[in-house]
């Protein structure tokens, strides 16, 4: 069956350090995968959007690296601060893009960045 | 980027009673809109896919005619959750794509007493 799957309930760093949360998936070939942030009573907020030729992307403090051998996403924020700190889902699409695939939804990440 | 509301942002009901939530997307035009539902410190759920003049796609486990959805414009689509009860109590979100890109609504947290 396809699953995804985020490592990490919950990650805990210090300010200015770079988090790393991890995102793997099997069973899926998907053209491409995004990052959302989601906060408490919110409804997620997009990102960054990798496709599956893409190696890496990144967008000021996040970087996002996509690596379809491993079938794995890591998704970086350098300079970390405690804004940053919400709950990080990564979404895949099932199959190609035809504008009307729904995504599915890792577990997410919890990250605490600490002051 | 892209805007999608919804309405209400919370609603307490009795049990029994239907509810109706809106999902709009405000600058732009969007064929297909989803709805989801999350269970506290869970992730989004798809509960079906919302199509714009045609019924809507069920995922597999949630009544249909429990969960009403119509798609009666290129900018809204209404989730009723009919006969309502307390297991239904959720966090619902909706979503409409602007090409490649899902944009979520806020979300409309449902407490059924």
């Known amino acids: 069956s396809q699953k995804i799957e985020q490592n990490s309930e919950a990650l805990n760093i210090q300010e200015g350090k770079t988090a790393t949360l991890t995102c793997n998936y099997t069973?899926?070939?998907?053209?491409?995968l995004q990052w959302y942030r989601q906060d408490p009573g919110r409804g997620p907020v997009f990102l960054l959007l990798?496709?599956?030729?893409?190696k890496e992307k990144r967008k000021e403090r996040l970087k996002v690296t996509f690596d379809t051998t491993l079938k794995q996403s890591l998704f970086h924020i350098t300079a970390s601060q405690p804004a940053d700190s919400a709950t990080y889902l990564c979404?895949?699409?099932?199959?190609?893009?035809?504008?009307?695939?729904?995504?599915?939804f890792g577990s997410g990440t919890r990250l605490q960045v600490q002051p | 980027g892209a805007v999608v509301s919804q309405h209400p942002s919370w609603v307490i009901c009795k049990s029994g009673t239907s509810v109706k939530i809106e999902c709009r997307s405000l600058?732009?035009?969007?064929?297909?809109m989803f709805w989801y539902r999350q269970f506290p410190k869970q992730s989004l759920m798809l509960m079906a896919t919302?199509?714009?003049?045609?019924?809507?796609?069920?995922e597999q486990g949630v009544e249909k005619d429990k969960f009403l959805i119509n798609h009666a414009s290129l900018t809204l689509s209404t989730l009723t959750v009919t006969s309502a009860h307390p297991e239904d109590s959720s966090f619902y979100i909706c979503?409409?794509?602007?090409?490649?890109?899902?944009?979520f609504g806020p979300g409309t947290r449902l407490l059924v007493l």
């Open positions: 979503s409409a794509r602007d090409f490649q890109t899902q944009y």
């Open positions: 990798i496709r599956e030729n893409e």
């Open positions: 069973n899926y070939s998907p053209a491409y």
């Open positions: 600058d732009f035009q969007a064929t297909t």
């Open positions: 919302s199509n714009e003049g045609s019924k809507a796609t069920y």
């Open positions: 979404a895949l699409a099932k199959g190609a893009d035809t504008g009307r695939r729904a995504l599915t």
